[in-house]
């Protein structure tokens, strides 16, 4: 066990949560181990895939949604450490890939829950500005919790190094595999971590370093879908193009249009592959944010109090490995 005091600052965003459209980033998955929240949607020529925490579920493991049923299987998961503890996995070396059923491809909608995007992928380095999120967490909820945020909330970027990225907001067990998308709109990542100590609270695996981990393992041609865009014409572009064949013209919701990306490079460009992403500074301990409903493996974090103006309080935080 292990003692440590945080101090951090939050940005809230008040009023109710913004519905979900269809299944889509946002949304909530269950396992029999718990529950995590999905991230972005990606393709490539022989499926669409959630990402989300490779701590979240094991590999072939079925994910359910409460008003979707099954929602697919994980294909692809890699998590580094990973000793079968939660506490296992850094930022930059948590992440999956979840298959979507065919059945549910119709129901796909890329867009964001509560928020505009992603329009692309986020690669300046270090980054800064705002950073907003949507999960479901054990305390947030559609009205909020003891005055705290919904399940809409937004924080501050701190850094991105292109394999991790560390920011500060509210956020507990529970949103793990949120996807983490830039104030311009463009896709950070999935949140994978709660950070005790230092400035940022909380850590995740940015999307290209997944994209490059899940190319290694056979799936080197994936993409990001954009909000506006039609995943099933996604996906018939993509098996076109592996097939060789002329793509079928583009398909856009009429109630979506896409927005370009505000990066200058590509929407979709990968880096070269890097080194493993340094720990994150000055924090001495890091707990996936994952959430597990069996009450004897539930990772205590405190609640953060929420700063609307200038105001900072610090918490005690309790750390056990499970």
Request: hydrophobic share 40%; proline share 9%.
């Amino acid at each position: 066990m292990k003692w440590s005091l945080l101090l951090f600052g939050l940005v809230a965003v008040a009023g109710a949560a913004a519905a979900c459209e269809g299944l889509s980033p946002g949304d909530i998955f269950e396992t029999s181990g718990g529950h995590c929240t999905l991230g972005f949607l990606v393709a490539d020529a022989s499926g669409l895939y959630f990402a989300t925490a490779g701590h979240c579920l094991q590999l072939d493991e079925a994910a359910t949604n409460p008003q979707h049923g099954e929602i697919g299987r994980a294909v692809f998961r890699h998590l580094e450490p990973d000793e079968g503890s939660m506490s296992d996995g850094r930022p930059g070396d948590d992440f999956a890939l979840l298959r979507v059923d065919p059945s549910l491809h119709d129901k796909l909608n890329p867009k964001m829950c509560g928020w505009n995007g992603p329009t692309g992928i986020y690669t300046d380095t270090p980054g800064d500005g705002l950073v907003n999120l949507y999960g479901h967490s054990l305390v947030f909820g559609d009205a909020g919790a003891l005055g705290l945020p919904t399940y809409r909330r937004q924080g501050v970027l701190l850094e991105n190094d292109g394999d991790a990225f560390y920011f500060t907001a509210p956020s507990l067990m529970g949103d793990s595999g949120s996807a983490v998308l830039h104030e311009d709109g463009r896709a950070m990542g999935v949140l994978t971590h709660l950070l005790i100590g230092g400035t940022a609270t909380n850590g995740g695996t940015h999307l290209e370093r997944g994209f490059r981990l899940a190319a290694e393992a056979g799936f080197p041609q994936l993409r990001l879908v954009l909000m506006g865009e039609d995943p099933v014409a996604v996906l018939a572009e993509l098996r076109a193009q592996a097939a060789g064949e002329p793509a079928p013209p583009p398909t856009t919701p009429a109630s979506a249009t896409p927005t370009p990306s505000a990066s200058p490079s590509p929407a979709n460009a990968t880096r070269p592959a890097t080194s493993t992403p340094p720990a994150p500074q000055a924090n001495d301990s890091i707990v996936p944010a994952a959430s597990n409903d069996e009450g004897a493996n539930r990772t205590p974090f405190a609640t953060p109090l929420v700063l609307v103006a200038a105001l900072s309080l610090a918490l005690a935080v309790r750390r056990r490995r499970v």
